[in-house]
């Protein structure tokens, strides 16, 4: 169920017009040709989430921002629309039901050449369709 809901989470993503013009990739992991910006899935993480008639997971998503900027704002309006986006992931996909989508936390670095890092991390709640 993970790895289902890293595709449909990649897949709905690059749906979204604003992200397509304004990143030169949206991928599993790190892209490994692609200049800054991007947006990959940095790691997931699951544990049970199951009922007593349905498998569930409770899955953690953390997706990692790269671009280049000396202002801490750089990149802001990126930020907002990646988590207008995840936040609106449809509730019913292929194969499984998603019960909740909450943002738990983010950290931002700036790393050398430049580069700053953007790191979102959420939790779903899925249940087997």
């Known amino acids: 169920m993970e790895m289902q809901l890293r595709l449909a989470l990649l897949n709905w993503l690059r749906s979204d017009p604003f992200l397509a013009d304004n990143l030169n990739a949206i991928a599993e992991e790190a892209p490994v040709r692609a200049s800054i910006p991007w947006l990959g899935i940095a790691a997931s993480a699951s544990v049970d989430w199951s009922t007593k008639d349905r498998r569930g997971r409770e899955i953690?998503?953390?997706?990692e921002l790269h671009l280049r900027g000396d202002d801490p704002s750089t990149g802001s309006d990126v930020v907002a629309a990646i988590e207008q986006r995840i936040e609106t992931l449809p509730t019913?996909?292929?194969?499984?039901?998603?019960?909740?989508?909450?943002?738990?936390r983010a950290r931002a670095e700036q790393r050398p050449g430049n580069v700053r890092a953007m790191l979102l991390e959420y939790r779903f709640r899925i249940l087997e369709a």
Request: no cysteine.
């Open 92 to 104: 019913s996909l292929l194969g499984f039901d998603v019960a909740s989508v909450r943002f738990s």
């Open 60 to 63: 953690r998503i953390a997706v």
